[in-house]
């Protein structure tokens, strides 16, 4: 059964960076596409990055393109989110999620339990 | 870039009633890559409904989704306890995009 696991979590000043990681099992880590999503406190849910399946191909939304940075090791079966120049509005719970590929339609079809990014003085 | 935008932002209903969920797009979803997640408190999203009108695996068939080009529903056909969370349609663009509608909160009236 697929796992996600995000760790890496925690409070941060603005300006600053933090890397959080994702373990994946399960599944053939290789094969899939994978993404970050964001939710800041009471609000709705936001995409952040995907890295497709051969680790090169990278999309970001326009809110963090430039100061995030996404990457897959197919070896450790991780996916990690070096964020740099963090922002107040960054501040969220931060899900790692696998895309599938259902009857020809992608979607997020596993998600992980989060891992909460507070930026703040 | 489209946007999607979901009605009401609040609907209240009790058990056993039926729920109807809408979300609107901008522009026409292709393929009808779109997609329904239900989140409940405290938790992840999870995947309900993909293509407009499948099922995700282990869904309950109170749950269908319908529609296509800007239009699209999540019906409820009678809520169950567990039913009451905030609902999100996504729609999956060019370039690996996905864009996520402001979530409709379902809670027991």
């Known amino acids: 059964q697929v796992q996600l696991v995000e760790s890496g979590g925690g409070v941060v000043q603005p300006g600053r960076s933090l890397r959080l990681s994702c373990a994946a099992s399960g599944f053939s880590f290789r094969s899939y596409a994978v993404h970050w999503v964001r939710q800041a406190p009471g609000k709705g849910v936001e995409w952040v990055a995907v890295v497709w399946f051969d680790g090169t191909t990278k999309y970001y939304a326009d809110s963090v393109k430039g100061r995030f940075t996404i990457s897959r090791d197919i070896s450790k079966n991780t996916l990690d989110l070096q964020m740099d120049s963090l922002r107040a509005e960054d501040t969220a719970v931060y899900y790692c999620?696998?895309?599938?590929?259902?009857?020809?339609?992608?979607?997020?079809?596993?998600w992980g339990q989060g891992t909460l990014v507070t930026v703040s003085s | 870039e489209i946007v999607l935008t979901q009605s009401p932002g609040t609907l209240s209903l009790s058990p056993g009633e039926r729920a109807t969920l809408s979300c609107r797009a901008s522009q026409s979803v292709r393929s009808n890559y779109l997609t329904w997640y239900q989140q409940r408190p405290g938790q992840a999203p999870r995947l309900l409904i993909y293509g407009a009108s499948n099922r995700a695996a282990g869904i309950p068939d109170r749950f269908s989704g319908s529609g296509s080009g800007t239009d699209f529903t999540l019906t409820i056909s009678r809520l169950e306890p567990e039913d009451f969370a905030v609902y999100y349609c996504?729609?999956?663009?060019?370039?690996?995009?996905?864009?996520f509608g402001q979530g409709t909160k379902l809670e027991i009236k």
């Open positions: 999620a696998k895309e599938g590929i259902l009857g020809g339609n992608r979607c997020l079809d596993s």
């Open positions: 996504q729609q999956y663009g060019s370039s690996s995009m996905y864009t």
